[in-house]
């Protein structure tokens, strides 16, 4: 069992910056890429970024490509999410998430992105950008 708990979410303006941070707990050993994602009411959990374990290689979606950052500390137990430059659409409710099956395919990019290859995630922060 992986426990994780996101904060750092608020109210901010567009063009301001937000960092958001999620603390690990339990069986964090055994993660493979930690991941964060978003969702807005009536759609689909979106990617926003991650982070394999193993060699620190970070994917980004499009929309967060060069705004947003993600990184993990020494002790490897906390993972952030430093967000520049946000805008309006970047509002909704952002969830960590943990990967603890190994990843044996090449094709890393496509597991990473998946909200359904991972196995834990946290409870969520609010994230509101007004225009």
């Known amino acids: 069992q992986v426990q994780l708990v996101e904060s750092g979410g608020g109210a901010v303006q567009a063009g301001d910056s937000l960092r958001l941070s999620c603390a690990a707990s339990g069986r964090t050993f055994s993660r493979s890429a930690m991941g964060w994602f978003r969702q807005v009411p009536g759609k689909q959990r979106e990617f926003v970024a991650a982070?394999?374990?193993?060699?620190?290689?970070?994917y980004y979606a499009d929309s967060t490509k060069g705004r947003f950052t993600i990184s993990r500390d020494n002790a490897k137990t906390t993972v952030y999410l430093q967000m520049n430059s946000l805008k309006p659409d970047d509002t909704a409710v952002y969830y960590c998430?943990?990967?603890?099956?190994?990843?044996?395919?090449?094709?890393?990019?496509?597991?990473?992105?998946?909200?359904?290859?991972?196995?834990?995630y946290g409870p969520g922060t609010q994230v509101t950008v007004s225009s």
């Open positions: 982070i394999r374990w193993s060699n620190g290689n970070t």
């Open positions: 998430a943990a990967r603890v099956s190994p990843i044996t395919t090449t094709a890393v990019t496509a597991v990473v992105i998946n909200p359904a290859n991972y196995a834990y």
